[in-house]
């Protein structure tokens, strides 16, 4: 696994890499407040075949930090990282953040994703508004990402939600089930609406990827291998 950067809509965009050089690509998208690192144990599994990459979002980890913040600016950052690594067509996976991220992606450029996965992920819908509370200490992320995107993500652009209609990847929404504190109905709302897509519930909560890395990947796998 190597880390390696890229410019991208004038920020330092940075990512980790493994896997064999001609593999298929697969993309991976983190949640808010985490970084590459926390693909790891997946992104090790996917690399057995695959090409790997992933890309911590702006705000986050060792990419840049520059305090300007939104769902569409992120989504812009994403395409831009395959645009200067030459993927044209790639299968994405985000989780939490990530997973809005890749859905807005897959709507407007539908091309571009042959496959999608969203881990935990709800239908763009409004909800009730919780003031964020910083955690003490030292982020591995800038602050400003929080305070920026909720907002956004609690008063979502009704547009987004009719616009999945539009993505033409198989889709794969895979939820954490009843100890999630993720709406499970706005999940099962989400999978309805992208034409074709699959649900499947690993019920461990909303961290589906770090609370079983085998099954999750195992799932996903499958999936990205057309089973």
Known sequence: MTNESVIVNGVRLAYEVTGPAQGPPVVLLHALGEDAGSWREVARRLARERRVYAVELRGHGRSAWPGTYSLQLLASDVLGVLDALGLAVVDLVGHSLGGVVAYL??????????????????????????????P?????????????????????????????????????????GPASHISQ?????????????????LPVGHMIHDEVPEEFTRTVVRFLSGG
């Open 105 to 134: 992606l897959a709507q407007d450029h539908p091309h571009r994703v042959a496959r999608l996965v969203l881990e935990d992920v709800p239908v763009p819908r409004p909800r009730e508004p919780v003031a964020p509370v910083r």
């Open 136 to 176: 003490e200490g030292e982020l591995g992320f800038d602050w400003a990402v929080v305070t920026s995107l909720r907002p956004q993500l609690d008063t979502p652009d009704p547009a987004w939600r009719e616009r999945l209609g539009r993505i033409t990847a198989e889709t794969l929404v895979v939820a954490g």
């Open 185 to 201: 109905d706005g999940v099962a709302e989400l999978a309805r609406r992208i034409p074709g897509a699959r649900l499947v519930t």
